[in-house]
């Protein structure tokens, strides 16, 4: 059993080698200031659509790959009072998989139904859903980057201990990736397309340590 550990560890640390947090293909935006050279407000620049103002809720249909378990079913995302954010997953018929919540200070799960309760894979989704879910009002930027093959805008920031990457287009002030991580364990990517009336119709979310993959399709918004 302490070899088979081992040997686990191992695989994850050679599989976290071949990821890059930091998108590829980027160039300093500005030499020795932290905000881009190009005419855009970067104060309009959110973290993540669902804390836009406009956003209240949102459903989707959605699919959840996670080792050997795969789930189908309608995720309803909700902002709260308190300007945080729940999401619950559940099936067609209405058992929930999991119902979560952040409010950008703490991670709280309400529930999670037996296969996926485990306090060690909660402790690695944590950060990946603060990247989804979290308004990122506690950043820090550090720097400002365009990427070559794109021209896409792409800040690194700080969020309390997470370590992020933002990618945007500029040309229309959308958000078109995330990338983050806090250890070698929670390495996420989401990525956000079809945009209608400035909300993402797609969203993917990967963390490929644990081989997670969550796809959303947009149901209905408002």
Same mark, same amino acid.
């Given at each position: 059993?302490?070899?088979?550990?081992?040997?686990?560890? &191992?695989?994850? =640390?050679?599989?976290? /080698?071949?990821?890059?947090?930091?998108?590829?293909?980027?160039?300093?935006?500005s030499t020795g200031i932290s905000a881009p050279s190009f005419p855009l407000d970067t104060s309009s620049l959110l973290p993540s659509p669902l804390v836009s103002p406009a956003f209240e809720k949102a459903l989707f249909?959605?699919?959840?790959?996670?080792?050997?378990?795969?789930?189908?079913?309608?995720?309803?995302?909700?902002?709260?009072?308190?300007? /945080?954010?729940?999401?619950?997953?559940?099936?067609?018929?209405?058992?929930?998989?999991?119902? =979560?919540?952040?409010?950008?200070?703490?991670?709280?799960?309400?529930?999670?139904?037996?296969?996926?309760?485990?306090?060690? %894979?909660?402790?690695? &989704?944590?950060?990946?859903?603060?990247? %989804? &879910? #979290?308004?990122?009002?506690?950043?820090?930027?550090?720097?400002?980057?365009v990427q070559d093959s794109t021209n896409f805008l792409a800040c690194k920031s700080r969020q309390g201990t997470i370590i992020r990457w933002n990618v945007y287009d500029p040309t229309e002030t959308i958000l078109m #990736?995330?990338?983050?991580?806090?250890?070698?364990?929670?390495?996420?990517?989401?990525?956000?397309?079809?945009?209608?009336? /400035?909300?993402?119709?797609?969203?993917? &979310? =990967?963390?490929? *340590? *644990?081989?997670?993959?969550?796809?959303?399709?947009?149901?209905?918004?408002?």
């Amino acid at each position: 059993m302490k070899y088979l550990f081992f040997g686990s560890l &191992l695989g994850i =640390v050679l599989l976290t /080698g071949c990821q890059s947090l930091k998108p590829p293909h980027l160039s300093p935006a500005s030499t020795g200031i932290s905000a881009p050279s190009f005419p855009l407000d970067t104060s309009s620049l959110l973290p993540s659509p669902l804390v836009s103002p406009a956003f209240e809720k949102a459903l989707f249909k959605a699919t959840m790959d996670i080792r050997d378990h795969h789930l189908t079913g309608l995720v309803f995302v909700k902002k709260m009072p308190d300007s /945080g954010c729940r999401m619950v997953f559940s099936n067609e018929f209405g058992m929930t998989y999991f119902d =979560v919540e952040t409010d950008n200070h703490h991670f709280q799960v309400n529930y999670c139904f037996a296969p996926l309760d485990k306090k060690m %894979l909660w402790k690695i &989704l944590k950060t990946d859903f603060r990247l %989804l &879910l #979290e308004s990122g009002e506690d950043q820090v930027p550090d720097d400002w980057f365009v990427q070559d093959s794109t021209n896409f805008l792409a800040c690194k920031s700080r969020q309390g201990t997470i370590i992020r990457w933002n990618v945007y287009d500029p040309t229309e002030t959308i958000l078109m #990736e995330v990338r983050g991580k806090s250890s070698f364990t929670d390495l996420a990517r989401i990525t956000y397309a079809g945009y209608q009336n /400035g909300f993402p119709s797609r969203i993917k &979310l =990967v963390n490929p *340590i *644990i081989k997670l993959e969550i796809s959303l399709s947009l149901i209905s918004f408002n």
